[in-house]
């Protein structure tokens, strides 16, 4: 059995993306679903999914607040090489920094960058980025983004935004009053700033992807 821990550190409503990826995993032999903040779970995850809703600092902090689960994932992730998909503010955190309310906080450092505000020259364009939007681009060799390409479209809800140092660590570009991140990845991550368990089929089949790749 294959199991994928999607992490939970009390950071907003987990069952919408629990539901999504059990579909998937019944289209899936031997594949199944763990909904938890335990660190030994953490440490025999194949897989790992980091959601996050709400402000980096306090999701930083959820994180930090549980004994061990940092520690856990971070071995999970870059000493064993388990496959791991960050989701929106859980993308964010694989930065080196977040800068939400004015502070400076430190992520993961696995996508080296920072988290910055989304910026707006347009009164017509809102801030806060929330909708459906296309996909500028995408690197559609990716395993995890077999089946999309640019001209697709997933939902967003954010605020800020991950500007990588290296733009090769972008996978999916978007524009909301200027252009961004909307997917980042490299060697066993990946991350999308979309909710990818709101996106409808496009979604799923990033869902489906994650838990179908070997890096």
Known sequence: M???VIVDYGSGNLRSAEKS???M???LPSTAILLSGQPEHIAKA?????PGVGAF???RQGLSERSGLIEAITEAVKERGVPFLGICV???LMATTGTELET???GFDWIPGDVIKLESGD?????PHMGWNDFDSCASGHPVLTGVKAGDHAYFVHSYHLHPRSESDIVVGATHGQPFAAAVGRDNLIGTQFHPEKSQAIGLRIIRNFLSWKP
């Open 2 to 4: 294959s199991w994928c």
């Open 21 to 23: 990826f059990r579909r």
């Open 25 to 27: 995993a019944d289209e």
């Open 46 to 50: 194949d897989r790992i999914v980091l």
């Open 57 to 59: 600092p306090a999701c």
């Open 90 to 92: 859980g993308m964010q």
């Open 104 to 106: 400076s906080c430190p």
């Open 123 to 127: 009164p017509s364009i809102r801030i």
